[in-house]
């Protein structure tokens, strides 16, 4: 695996890669590998036969009171998970290689709609900063194709939003989240949890596994789900940042006609801020 962290480095790697024809498969990260990255990484080497990667914590998508300075910076034993994964390149890029005239005066692609609420809501021009870096990388490194997971829901849907209005062409392709055996999604951010809190972290995918099977059993009363929902992540000791039921298309707020939904979730666990997501489609079956 060659590691790059220039642009012009980076172009030039993957245009050697085209002229052999090879198809290009990125995987955009924040560093601090984990299991659901490398699958990630994996699912891209199955549909591509060249592997990017990319580690860059990007300043752009922090907010001022969140944790830019602590995010965890892990490249050497990142760089071995690739390694072992089938990467075949890892740009690992500056602050100020990738913003050479400074952040105040950036470009910014916001993608409207998705991007709003959930997520969005909480965290103000974080998926501003999260569309403008990623389609940086995106003409960076001109991919065939993008692999992220679902468990950021809603980023996956501003990308792919982005990349339809935008007439990109990148295939985006999601990755179900991957999951620890006691059902709590992984996250370079667990590990800022103690061990009590570890321990308590389940209740957030048991949650939305107790909304979810009451809608498969035709409950529609969204609100009074909802309600219950936040009760019982207070009643385990999480502090519940938002919790919702949406059309899992548009993540539009879900109507009882809606027949495909995602169910959403953050909530602070100590100093640290969880999200998950549970996918619940009720549409008819065939028989």
Same mark, same amino acid.
């Given at each position: 695996?060659?590691?790059?962290?220039?642009?012009?480095?980076?172009?030039?790697?993957?245009?050697?890669?085209?002229?052999?024809?090879?198809?290009?498969?990125?995987?955009?990260?924040?560093?601090?590998?984990?299991?659901?990255?490398?699958? +990630?990484?994996?699912?891209?080497?199955?549909?591509? =036969?060249?592997?990017?990667?990319? *580690?860059?914590?990007?300043?752009?998508?922090?907010?001022?009171?969140?944790? +830019?300075?602590?995010?965890?910076?892990?490249?050497?034993? =990142?760089?071995?998970?690739?390694?072992?994964?089938? !990467?075949?390149?890892?740009?690992?890029?500056?602050?100020?290689?990738?913003?050479?005239?400074?952040?105040?005066?950036?470009?910014?692609?916001?993608?409207?709609?998705?991007?709003?609420?959930? !997520?969005?809501?909480?965290?103000?021009?974080?998926?501003? &900063?999260?569309?403008?870096?990623?389609?940086?990388?995106?003409?960076?490194?001109?991919?065939?194709?993008?692999?992220?997971?679902?468990? =950021?829901?809603?980023?996956?849907?501003?990308?792919?939003?982005?990349?339809?209005? +935008?007439?990109?062409?990148?295939? *985006?392709?999601?990755?179900?989240?991957?999951?620890?055996?006691?059902?709590?999604? +992984?996250?370079?951010?667990?590990?800022?949890?103690?061990?009590?809190?570890?321990?308590?972290?389940?209740?957030?995918?048991?949650?939305?596994?107790?909304?979810?099977?009451?809608?498969?059993?035709?409950?529609?009363?969204?609100?009074?789900?909802?309600?219950?929902?936040?009760?019982?992540?207070?009643?385990? &000791?999480?502090?519940?940042?938002?919790?919702?039921?949406?059309?899992?298309?548009?993540?539009?707020?879900?109507?009882?006609?809606?027949?495909?939904?995602?169910?959403?979730?953050?909530?602070?666990?100590?100093?640290?801020?969880?999200?998950?997501?549970?996918?619940? =489609?009720?549409?008819?079956?065939?028989?």
């Amino acid at each position: 695996m060659n590691v790059v962290k220039t642009v012009a480095d980076l172009r030039a790697a993957v245009a050697r890669a085209r002229g052999e024809d090879k198809r290009i498969g990125f995987v955009p990260t924040m560093g601090n590998l984990h299991a659901g990255h490398i699958a +990630l990484v994996k699912k891209a080497g199955q549909r591509a =036969d060249f592997v990017v990667a990319s *580690i860059f914590v990007n300043p752009l998508q922090f907010g001022p009171n969140e944790d +830019l300075a602590s995010y965890p910076r892990t490249l050497a034993a =990142d760089q071995e998970k690739l390694f072992d994964a089938g !990467c075949h390149l890892l740009f690992a890029p500056s602050v100020e290689e990738m913003y050479p005239h400074g952040q105040a005066l950036q470009t910014i692609v916001r993608v409207p709609g998705v991007s709003e609420g959930l !997520c969005g809501g909480s965290r103000p021009g974080h998926f501003d &900063g999260v569309s403008t870096v990623v389609s940086k990388l995106f003409n960076m490194v001109l991919p065939d194709l993008a692999v992220f997971g679902q468990k =950021d829901f809603q980023q996956l849907a501003v990308i792919r939003t982005m990349v339809r209005d +935008l007439n990109m062409p990148v295939q *985006i392709i999601g990755e179900p989240t991957m999951r620890a055996e006691d059902g709590l999604a +992984l996250s370079s951010r667990n590990g800022y949890l103690s061990a009590d809190e570890r321990a308590t972290a389940p209740a957030l995918y048991r949650t939305l596994n107790q909304l979810a099977d009451a809608i498969r059993n035709g409950d529609r009363d969204y609100p009074a789900l909802l309600a219950k929902g936040q009760q019982t992540l207070q009643a385990a &000791g999480l502090r519940p940042d938002y919790l919702e039921i949406r059309n899992a298309t548009d993540l539009q707020p879900a109507t009882a006609d809606t027949r495909e939904l995602v169910i959403l979730v953050a909530a602070f666990l100590g100093r640290t801020r969880l999200i998950d997501n549970l996918l619940v =489609d009720i549409r008819p079956t065939s028989v």
